[in-house]
Antibody
């Protein structure tokens, strides 16, 4: 059974960097698929932040491109998100998920709320 | 960026009724790259249907989808109590992958 679990600080100060990690079990991230970060501001819809492929190729949503970095640690079967220069508008539930070829987000973490506030 | 617009914003129906949700794309999307999700409060979205008509594991056949080009629909043939939730369409035909803003199906 594939499982994803987000972890990281729940509170980040404005102008600082948000850092989250997704730990994957039941599937090796280096075996295939895209590994994706998505966020959902409170009461709002879903927004793709970016992805990293099993071979390490990254894609970032242009809305975030200058602020975001996604990386992977295959030895730990984890991938990570860093979002710099955060503002209160970055307050959201952050989800990690995977994207199989020809399909789409089939397994999700439970999400983690990150609040940007001083 | 492909913008997906869902309608209506809220659908008020009774259990047993049929629900039809709409998703309109700002440019043509292959039906093979259109998906629908269900989200309940406090939970992650759950994949329902992807591709032209592939239901995800465990999704009952009362959920079906249709459409092509820029207009797509999700149909729930007979609403069960557990179907009252928010539904999102999503495209993975163009980058970035995008979602609609959601349709809430509420109990009338």
């Amino acid at each position: 059974q594939v499982q994803l679990q987000e972890s990281g600080p729940g509170l980040v100060k404005p102008s600082e960097t948000l850092s989250l990690t997704c730990t994957v079990s039941g599937y090796s991230i280096s075996s295939g698929y895209y590994w994706v970060w998505i966020r959902q501001p409170p009461g709002k819809g879903l927004e793709c932040i970016g992805s990293i492929s099993h071979s390490g190729t990254t894609y970032y949503n242009p809305s975030f491109k200058s602020r975001v970095t996604i990386s992977a640690d295959t030895s730990k079967n984890q991938f990570s998100l860093r979002l710099s220069s955060v503002t209160p508008a970055d307050t959201a539930v952050y989800y990690c998920t995977r994207h199989p070829p020809g399909a789409t987000f089939d397994y999700w973490g439970q999400g983690t709320l990150v609040t940007v506030s001083s | 960026e492909i913008v997906l617009t869902q309608s209506p914003g809220t659908l008020s129906l009774s259990p047993g009724e049929r629900a039809t949700l709409s998703c309109r794309a700002s440019q043509s999307v292959s039906s093979s790259y259109l998906a629908w999700y269900q989200q309940k409060p406090g939970q992650a979205p759950r994949l329902l249907i992807y591709g032209a008509s592939s239901r995800a594991t465990g999704i009952p056949d009362r959920f079906s989808c249709g459409g092509s080009g820029t207009d797509f629909t999700l149909t729930i043939s007979r609403l069960e109590p557990e179907d009252f939730a928010v539904y999102y369409c999503q495209q993975f035909d163009g980058s970035p992958w995008t979602f609609g803003q959601g349709t809430k199906v509420e109990i009338k």
